[in-house]
Every structure is written in C-alpha cells, then in structure tokens.
C-alpha cells in the first residue's frame, strides 16, 4: 500500500552530499517531494569512499553474527570467514538449549536457520530451549543459506571462544533471556573459566570480552558472577536522552544508535558522559562512513571487508561485473507482490556491452535471497526488474513467483547484489521516508 509522503521517481539530483556521504534530501517546506505518492527510491554511486578527515579512524570493526552474508549466521563458518577478513570483533547471540548448553542462535526458534521442522516435526514450537544439545547437533544450519554449507552446525560458547586468537574479541547478547533462565550467570562463569573475564583490551583498543542485551537484569546477574567484563546495554535506533545517558553511564560503557538516526552531536553527547557508542549494523559504504564521520567508536556490520575499506579510506572495489543496484520500489500501490507490478530491485548495466545475470542473487541484512534465473541478459546501460512476486519473465523483467514480499517498505534496508561465483558486485542502502 502506498503511504503518503513516500518518494516516487526520485533521481540523483535529489541527494545531497554531505562530507562525503550521501543523504536523501528532505527539507522542510519542500513541498515538490512530498507530494509525490509512491516509492521509487535510489542511492547515489560511491567511487572512492572515505575522504573525510581522519574522523572514525580508530573504530573498532564487529562482525555482526560472523559474515552473514558470505556464510550462514553464527555458525563456525561464518566466525572464520569473519576472522579471515580481520575484523576486530566478533559477535553472537547466547541462549540455552534444553540440557543447559550454550549456543550461538540470533532467532527465538530454530525453524530459520535450520531443518529442525524436517528433523523432529512433532517438536513445536522449535525453540533451541526444547531440545537437547546433542539433539540440536544434529541440525543442518548451513543449507538454508547455500547448499556449500551444507552440513554446518549451531555452534557452542565454547566452540566460538576456541576460534579465538590474540587479535579478535566478541561481544556476546544475551538473548532474550526469559527465554534461557540462567544464561547470564553460565555465560559469565564459562568466561571466568577461560579466563577471559578480566577486562583487558587488545591492540586494536578493542575491548577483549563484551556482553550486550536488552535485559538489564540479565546484564547484572552477569555483573556479579564477572565483574570485569565490559556490560552494554542495547538500545538502537536514536541516541537516549541525556537523564537516561547518565543513569547508563553509572554501570555500562557503551550504548547501541543508528547513524541514520543521529549526528554528531548526539555521538559527543554520550562520549561526554564517558561511553562508547556502538552503531546498529551498517554495510553499505555510505552508512558506514556516516557512522565514521559521526565519531562512532564500534561498526557493527554484516559486510567486515567493506566496514574495513571504508575505515581505511580504499575503493571497495566492487562493480566487477559491470552491474549495480540502481533503485529499488519497496511499496507499489496494492499488494507488495501483485502480479507483473509489484516491489522489485532494479538492476543496472554499467558497460557498453550485454552482460549475462543468470544465476545472480541478492540478499538482505537479514539474509533473505532473491535469485535470478538462467539466461537473462540486461542490454548495455539498460535495466533489469527483479520481482520476488509472480509475473512473466521477459527482457528487463524477471519474476521469482514468491509469495512473501522482499523488500523493507517500513524503514528500509541494505541489499546485496552477488554474482554467480559469490561475489559481491555492490551494496545499496535504502531508507523509505
């Protein structure tokens, strides 16, 4: 449905740049935008990324869940790709499994990321709390993602912290931890254990061990059993008040924003008052030079290699291909996957020559894949439509036939766009006003 005040049609000269970033804009009293009515949303091309003046530099790279988006979330897999590319930091979600074992597991149940539904159909709701550690080693975690990780398995606490080398810490979420009774005073104790519960920091200024949640219970039934472990409370989205930044400041190091969502100003807020300020995941290298320029401490991202070009000021060399994400229609007026008409990506072909897409795909920040086919071609400097909905293919358009929509048409997203060998040929974020 469409929303009023969405962008339609909006073109590049719509954006401004700002210290290098690219920024939508919406000035108040600019009534030719929005009186638009639907949802055509573009990005502007980056070259060289990373002209600023040194601000952000030292930020601390995290890799949201590993490498999500070469590797199946949180599995082993993953947090090696992650390590392979030097991130400073990893990061994943802890919950119990029904024996009192932890795992490495963002959602509430098992049916995402794995077989679980195949493996025990008589288990619902699949949450990893009902079923046995040995039980949930025999998932697959890996196919659901791509059959060359077929095979992969939800990993332990223990499993991650043994990957682990002089030069790359974590930070763990408790995860909803009503969820895990216990889990805050396991984790603590396993990390006492290993001894890794003293604070320290690495050479990067990364703290070594960190525990972030939503919970503030949980994060000082951890407090008492490991002290020293540095605790951040995750927040998101905009910066907190002042009266709540204080309260933190008391008892956490950092707190969790969006750059899309603050300025600088809010960053100097929280570092006033001595705490760190943690980004939500940015991949595109736009967002995360917003982040950087803001004076964001620590990038979260699901794109480690990209995050550690932008904050080096290098091309991201990307483009391989000759293809881009041109804009994407997030919220056609009527249903989101109406036939022929609905969302899509456009795609661009940036050469003076056809270039066959077969097998190409695109993912989201949450991983979800939507492919293209054999034998499609885009023509030189031509479009190509790409529709998780039903419709007939044909050239510049092809249809995935789904029945779910793709696109984010609340408060956008970042896509992926790969080639047929798995690599990435651009990142494009989008924000639907």
């Not at 990373?50 to 952000?56: A, D, H, P, T």
């Not at 949450?127 to 697959?140: S, V, W, Y």
């Not at 050479?203 to 407090?223: Q, T």
Request: proline residues 5%; glycine residues 10%; contains cysteine.
């Amino acid at each position: 449905m469409t929303q009023q005040g969405q962008i339609k049609g909006l073109n590049r000269r719509k954006f401004l740049k700002v210290g290098g970033v690219s920024t939508l804009a919406l000035t108040l009293g600019t009534t030719d935008l929005f009186s638009l009515d639907s949802s055509e949303v573009f990005a502007e091309e980056t070259g060289k990324i990373g002209k600023g003046k040194g601000v952000g530099a030292n930020a601390i790279v995290v890799g949201h869940r590993g490498s999500p988006l070469l590797a199946p979330e949180e599995t082993l897999a993953s947090y090696k790709k992650a390590m392979e590319e030097k991130v400073e930091v990893l990061e994943g979600d802890v919950q119990l499994t029904k024996d009192g074992e932890m795992i490495l597991l963002h959602d509430d149940t098992l049916i995402r990321t794995t077989n679980v539904k195949e493996i025990f159909p008589d288990r619902s709701p699949w949450r990893p709390g009902d079923l046995t550690l040995a039980e949930i080693k025999q998932l697959n975690a890996g196919s659901w993602f791509d059959s060359r990780f077929a095979g992969e398995k939800i990993p332990t606490v223990q499993e991650v912290l043994a990957l682990l080398d002089k030069n790359t810490g974590v930070t763990f979420e408790l995860k909803s931890p009503q969820n895990s009774p216990g889990v805050a005073t396991k984790l603590a104790q396993a990390l006492v254990d290993a001894g890794l519960a003293d604070g320290g920091t690495l050479h990067s200024g990364a703290y070594r061990m960190m525990v972030h949640s939503r919970d503030e219970a949980a994060l000082k039934e951890f407090h008492q059993v490991a002290p020293n472990v540095q605790l951040l409370f995750l927040t998101g989205g905009d910066m907190l008040a002042d009266s709540e930044l204080d309260r933190l400041a008391s008892w956490t190091v950092g707190v969790f924003s969006h750059p899309r969502k603050t300025s600088k100003s809010d960053i100097e807020r929280a570092h006033a008052r001595g705490l760190k300020v943690y980004c939500d995941p940015v991949d595109s290298p736009e967002q995360i030079e917003m982040a950087l320029c803001q004076g964001y401490d620590y990038l979260v991202t699901n794109q480690p290699t990209t995050a550690l070009r932008v904050r080096s000021q290098k091309d991201i060399n990307l483009r391989k291909s000759g293809v881009v994400i041109d804009h994407v229609f997030p919220n056609p007026s009527g249903d989101d996957i109406q036939p022929e008409t609905g969302e899509h990506v456009t795609l661009r072909n940036i050469t003076d020559e056809t270039i066959n897409v077969s097998n190409h795909y695109l993912r989201d920040q949450a991983s979800s894949l939507l492919r293209i086919g054999d034998g499609v071609e885009i023509e030189p400097g031509s479009l190509l439509r790409v529709y998780p909905g039903p419709g007939t293919n044909r050239p510049g358009h092809y249809y995935n036939g789904l029945a779910a929509g793709f696109l984010n048409n609340t408060n956008g997203d970042t896509l992926t766009y790969y080639s047929e060998d798995h690599t990435i040929q651009d990142i494009f974020s989008y924000i639907v006003p």
